[in-house]
Protein backbone atom coordinates (compact mmCIF):
# COMPACT_ATOMS: atom_id res chain seq x y z
CA UNK A 1 0.00 0.00 0.00
CA UNK A 2 1.41 3.32 -0.93
CA UNK A 3 0.53 5.31 2.35
CA UNK A 4 -3.29 6.07 4.02
CA UNK A 5 -3.57 9.51 4.19
CA UNK A 6 -5.89 9.31 7.15
CA UNK A 7 -3.47 7.47 9.00
CA UNK A 8 -0.66 10.22 8.25
CA UNK A 9 -3.25 13.09 9.19
CA UNK A 10 -3.87 11.53 12.48
CA UNK A 11 -0.41 10.44 13.40
CA UNK A 12 0.86 14.41 12.32
CA UNK A 13 -1.67 15.54 14.06
CA UNK A 14 -0.82 14.16 17.13
CA UNK A 15 2.42 14.97 17.26
CA UNK A 16 1.54 18.69 16.54
CA UNK A 17 -0.91 18.44 19.94
CA UNK A 18 1.66 17.18 21.69
CA UNK A 19 3.67 20.58 21.67
CA UNK A 20 0.55 22.81 20.87
CA UNK A 21 -2.72 20.88 22.45
CA UNK A 22 -5.07 23.60 20.53
CA UNK A 23 -3.16 23.21 17.34
CA UNK A 24 -5.59 21.89 14.36
CA UNK A 25 -3.54 21.15 10.88
CA UNK A 26 -5.44 19.07 7.85
CA UNK A 27 -2.45 16.87 6.04
CA UNK A 28 -3.67 16.73 2.26
CA UNK A 29 -1.71 15.50 -1.09
CA UNK A 30 -1.89 17.01 -4.00
CA UNK A 31 0.26 16.32 -6.92
CA UNK A 32 -0.21 19.33 -8.36
CA UNK A 33 2.08 21.49 -6.13
CA UNK A 34 4.99 22.81 -7.39
CA UNK A 35 8.40 24.08 -5.33
CA UNK A 36 7.88 27.91 -5.62
CA UNK A 37 5.28 29.95 -6.43
CA UNK A 38 3.17 30.09 -2.99
CA UNK A 39 0.70 32.60 -2.34
CA UNK A 40 1.92 35.23 0.19
CA UNK A 41 1.70 33.49 3.80
CA UNK A 42 2.29 30.10 2.39
CA UNK A 43 5.64 28.53 3.31
CA UNK A 44 7.56 25.42 1.73
CA UNK A 45 9.67 22.67 3.25
CA UNK A 46 11.13 19.74 1.24
CA UNK A 47 12.80 16.36 2.77
CA UNK A 48 14.28 13.16 1.56
CA UNK A 49 13.56 10.12 3.02
CA UNK A 50 13.92 6.23 2.89
CA UNK A 51 11.30 3.92 0.83
CA UNK A 52 11.11 1.00 -2.00
CA UNK A 53 9.41 0.89 -4.82
CA UNK A 54 8.20 -2.09 -6.95
CA UNK A 55 7.82 -1.94 -10.75
CA UNK A 56 4.41 -2.63 -12.17
CA UNK A 57 5.71 -4.15 -15.11
CA UNK A 58 8.46 -6.46 -14.43
CA UNK A 59 7.84 -6.54 -10.64
CA UNK A 60 11.16 -5.74 -9.99
CA UNK A 61 11.64 -3.66 -6.27
CA UNK A 62 14.33 -1.55 -5.42
CA UNK A 63 15.11 1.02 -2.48
CA UNK A 64 16.05 4.42 -2.21
CA UNK A 65 17.01 6.77 0.52
CA UNK A 66 16.45 9.83 -2.11
CA UNK A 67 12.58 9.81 -2.03
CA UNK A 68 11.45 13.70 -1.74
CA UNK A 69 8.39 14.83 -0.36
CA UNK A 70 7.15 18.90 -0.88
CA UNK A 71 5.00 20.19 1.45
CA UNK A 72 3.23 23.81 1.06
CA UNK A 73 2.09 25.12 4.33
CA UNK A 74 0.41 27.84 5.59
CA UNK A 75 -1.77 28.70 9.23
CA UNK A 76 -4.52 31.30 9.34
CA UNK A 77 -3.36 34.20 10.81
CA UNK A 78 -4.94 34.52 14.63
CA UNK A 79 -5.48 30.92 15.06
CA UNK A 80 -4.22 27.78 15.58
CA UNK A 81 -5.33 26.06 12.73
CA UNK A 82 -3.28 25.37 9.81
CA UNK A 83 -3.02 23.20 6.04
CA UNK A 84 -0.66 21.18 4.56
CA UNK A 85 -0.45 19.83 1.08
CA UNK A 86 1.91 16.97 0.12
CA UNK A 87 3.43 15.72 -3.02
CA UNK A 88 5.63 12.26 -2.62
CA UNK A 89 7.78 12.02 -5.84
CA UNK A 90 8.03 8.95 -7.70
CA UNK A 91 11.13 7.02 -9.32
CA UNK A 92 11.17 4.80 -12.38
CA UNK A 93 12.85 0.94 -13.08
CA UNK A 94 16.15 1.28 -14.19
CA UNK A 95 15.50 -2.08 -16.42
CA UNK A 96 12.42 -1.15 -18.04
CA UNK A 97 12.50 1.49 -21.25
CA UNK A 98 8.69 1.53 -20.67
CA UNK A 99 8.39 1.89 -17.08
CA UNK A 100 6.08 4.28 -15.09
CA UNK A 101 7.12 6.62 -12.54
CA UNK A 102 5.62 4.29 -9.19
CA UNK A 103 5.10 5.85 -5.60
CA UNK A 104 7.12 4.74 -2.96
CA UNK A 105 5.81 2.75 -0.27
CA UNK A 106 7.53 3.76 3.68
CA UNK A 107 7.94 1.12 6.72
CA UNK A 108 6.79 2.44 9.91
CA UNK A 109 9.94 4.29 10.88
CA UNK A 110 10.01 6.00 7.44
CA UNK A 111 6.87 7.23 8.26
CA UNK A 112 7.29 8.60 11.53
CA UNK A 113 10.56 10.36 10.43
CA UNK A 114 8.74 12.22 7.89
CA UNK A 115 6.01 13.30 10.05
CA UNK A 116 7.92 13.93 12.58
CA UNK A 117 10.39 16.79 10.45
CA UNK A 118 7.12 18.36 9.61
CA UNK A 119 5.72 19.26 12.44
CA UNK A 120 8.72 19.93 13.50
CA UNK A 121 9.26 22.58 10.98
CA UNK A 122 5.41 23.54 11.66
CA UNK A 123 6.23 23.90 15.45
CA UNK A 124 9.03 25.95 14.71
CA UNK A 125 8.14 28.50 12.13
CA UNK A 126 4.61 28.61 13.45
CA UNK A 127 4.37 28.39 17.04
CA UNK A 128 8.45 29.43 17.86
CA UNK A 129 9.96 25.83 19.15
CA UNK A 130 13.40 25.09 18.33
CA UNK A 131 13.50 22.27 15.74
CA UNK A 132 14.52 19.00 16.15
CA UNK A 133 15.05 17.58 12.73
CA UNK A 134 15.29 13.46 12.42
CA UNK A 135 17.95 12.97 9.62
CA UNK A 136 17.70 10.31 7.30
CA UNK A 137 18.93 6.69 8.43
CA UNK A 138 22.05 5.08 6.81
CA UNK A 139 21.02 2.47 4.85
CA UNK A 140 23.76 -0.30 4.28
CA UNK A 141 24.17 -0.93 0.34
CA UNK A 142 22.63 2.43 -0.86
CA UNK A 143 25.87 4.41 -1.13
CA UNK A 144 25.75 4.49 -4.83
CA UNK A 145 24.79 7.44 -7.03
CA UNK A 146 21.80 8.76 -7.51
CA UNK A 147 19.74 7.82 -10.25
CA UNK A 148 18.61 11.22 -11.57
CA UNK A 149 16.93 10.12 -14.83
CA UNK A 150 14.61 8.09 -13.59
CA UNK A 151 13.75 10.16 -10.70
CA UNK A 152 10.59 12.45 -11.31
CA UNK A 153 11.75 15.10 -8.61
CA UNK A 154 15.30 15.10 -10.85
CA UNK A 155 13.24 15.22 -14.24
CA UNK A 156 11.59 18.45 -12.89
CA UNK A 157 13.95 20.10 -11.28
CA UNK A 158 12.98 19.96 -7.71
CA UNK A 159 15.76 16.98 -6.44
CA UNK A 160 18.33 18.83 -3.98
CA UNK A 161 20.82 15.73 -4.70
CA UNK A 162 19.34 15.29 -8.38
CA UNK A 163 20.45 19.03 -9.16
CA UNK A 164 23.31 19.93 -7.23
CA UNK A 165 21.78 21.07 -3.75
CA UNK A 166 19.98 23.96 -5.70
CA UNK A 167 16.12 23.83 -6.23
CA UNK A 168 14.89 24.80 -9.94
CA UNK A 169 12.60 27.51 -10.85
CA UNK A 170 11.09 27.54 -14.36
CA UNK A 171 10.40 31.16 -14.43
CA UNK A 172 12.94 32.62 -11.21
CA UNK A 173 16.11 32.23 -9.78
CA UNK A 174 16.25 30.14 -5.95
CA UNK A 175 16.33 32.38 -3.09
CA UNK A 176 19.10 29.78 -1.54
CA UNK A 177 20.75 26.77 -2.24
CA UNK A 178 20.41 24.13 0.23
CA UNK A 179 23.35 21.71 1.09
CA UNK A 180 22.15 17.67 0.10
CA UNK A 181 19.79 16.28 2.59
CA UNK A 182 18.86 20.06 4.32
CA UNK A 183 15.23 20.89 4.17
CA UNK A 184 14.42 24.00 2.47
CA UNK A 185 11.71 26.75 3.69
CA UNK A 186 10.49 29.55 0.75
CA UNK A 187 7.96 32.10 0.68
CA UNK A 188 5.85 32.50 -2.09
CA UNK A 189 3.95 34.55 -4.46
CA UNK A 190 1.31 31.97 -6.20
CA UNK A 191 -0.90 29.58 -4.90
CA UNK A 192 -0.72 25.94 -4.04
CA UNK A 193 -4.68 26.50 -2.47
CA UNK A 194 -6.79 28.76 -0.86
CA UNK A 195 -5.13 32.24 -1.20
CA UNK A 196 -5.11 34.79 1.94
CA UNK A 197 -6.01 37.79 2.00
CA UNK A 198 -3.36 40.07 0.57
CA UNK A 199 -3.73 42.74 3.08
CA UNK A 200 -4.68 41.95 6.28
CA UNK A 201 -5.75 44.66 9.14
CA UNK A 202 -1.89 44.54 10.79
CA UNK A 203 -0.73 45.52 7.46
CA UNK A 204 -2.84 48.68 6.89
CA UNK A 205 -2.21 49.17 10.19
CA UNK A 206 1.24 49.37 9.46
CA UNK A 207 1.48 51.62 6.90
CA UNK A 208 -1.22 53.83 8.16
CA UNK A 209 1.03 54.89 11.01
CA UNK A 210 4.24 54.97 8.43
CA UNK A 211 1.73 57.28 6.45
CA UNK A 212 1.06 59.36 9.75
CA UNK A 213 4.05 59.83 10.71
CA UNK A 214 5.90 61.48 6.96
CA UNK A 215 2.76 63.68 7.39
CA UNK A 216 4.00 65.11 10.84
CA UNK A 217 7.52 65.36 9.80
CA UNK A 218 6.57 67.11 6.09
CA UNK A 219 4.53 69.63 8.82
CA UNK A 220 7.12 70.14 11.21
CA UNK A 221 9.52 71.03 8.36
CA UNK A 222 7.45 73.15 6.39
CA UNK A 223 6.89 74.86 10.14
CA UNK A 224 10.22 75.62 10.47
CA UNK A 225 11.46 76.65 7.61
CA UNK A 226 8.45 78.37 5.84
CA UNK A 227 10.08 81.74 6.69
CA UNK A 228 12.95 81.25 4.61
CA UNK A 229 11.22 80.51 1.51
CA UNK A 230 8.75 83.81 2.07
CA UNK A 231 12.33 85.41 1.96
Not at 122 to 147: T, W
Amino acid sequence: MYLDISTWEQSFQSLIQQEEPWAKWTLKLDENIQPGGMARGWRQYLQRAFGRFWCSSCHRSWASAQVKILCHMYRERRTTQGQVLMRVFAQRCQKCSWSQFENPEFSSDSTMRILNNLAQCILHHYYGHNFRKMPVAPVMGLDGPHDRSNCEACTLGVCVRGSQGDIKKPTESPPSIPKPGHFLILYGNATPGEVPSELTSEDILVIGCIAIFFILFIAIWWEQNKFKFKL
